[in-house]
């Protein structure tokens, strides 16, 4: 379980920089992953640990790349459906050692219809990675009708690590010092919606500096019209304790 871990949040630094590209899973093609393959054969060397579906790491990544993997679990809906919440877990323990996954990764529903659901399936799945030394990550979401604040992204996160996660991500919010410190597991951010080159850097930034250990993120890269710059760019944020006004001063360096 330890060394599994260190594959993922790296000793030297104790962060991390996941890149995410499972959006596929309830979204199809998603801009910018049209062909999977492509996106991560360009950035993959410039992050930590890949955050995936077993589809797609079967079939378009290459076996020899030594980079640890975050693989997708949980699914069973699409965004033509109005609840998104109602997942059920989709892999099983021994396929996912086949793949070699370092990390599991599972979407919670805190708030939502399917929430005990979501949960029980996060406690079966820690059971399961217990007995196989495979970390869990536990992805939180909260109902439509709850504000991603301090009150709720706790609450989501703090039930999560109580159910066995090891490793929990979630939004960035203010006062995101509340969520860490009432987490007793790292805590990683994700990178959300595509917004603009400058506002994602200094929200990588500030989720660091607030406590989190890492950046989940995806759109914000591989969107991005720069994806190379962009990854790099966080990476400097993650690992080099850059700052937001030092990591952009980079970024356009980089992309120029």
């Known amino acids: 379980m330890r060394n599994r871990l260190a594959g993922l949040i790296r000793p030297e630094t104790g962060r991390c920089l996941m890149l995410a590209v499972d959006h596929g899973y309830f979204q199809g093609p998603t801009t910018g992953l049209e062909r999977p393959g492509e996106a991560i054969e360009l950035l993959a060397e410039y992050a930590d640990s890949l955050m995936l579906t077993r589809g797609v790491l079967r079939n378009v990544v290459d076996p020899q790349r030594r980079v640890p993997i975050v693989l997708r679990v949980s699914g069973g809906t699409s965004i033509l459906r109005d609840d998104l919440s109602n997942e059920d877990l989709t892999v099983s323990m021994e396929d996912a050692l086949r793949l070699n996954a370092s990390c599991l990764a ?39 009708e709850m504000a991603r604040d301090a009150r709720y992204l706790s609450l989501a996160c703090r039930i999560a ?49 607030a406590g989190a250990v890492g950046v989940d993120m995806g759109r914000n890269i591989f969107q991005s019209k720069w994806p190379v710059s962009m990854i790099r760019t966080v990476r400097s944020i993650v690992h080099e304790g850059k700052s937001d006004a030092e990591a952009w001063e980079l970024f356009q360096e980089l992309k120029g």
Request: proline share 3%; glycine share 8%; net charge positive.
């Open 106 to 144: 599972i979407s919670i529903f805190v708030g939502s219809a399917s929430e005990r659901t979501s949960l029980t399936n996060l406690a079966k799945l820690c059971d399961r990675g217990q007995k196989y030394g495979v970390p869990i990550l536990a992805v939180t979401a909260v109902g439509r």
């Open 161 to 209: 690590a109580e159910l066995g996660a090891q490793v929990v991500k979630t939004y960035y919010c203010e006062e995101f010092e509340k969520v860490v410190n009432s987490c007793p597991v790292p805590v990683v951010i994700a990178g959300g919606k595509k917004i603009e080159e400058r506002a994602a850097i200094e929200l990588a930034y500030r989720a660091i500096s």
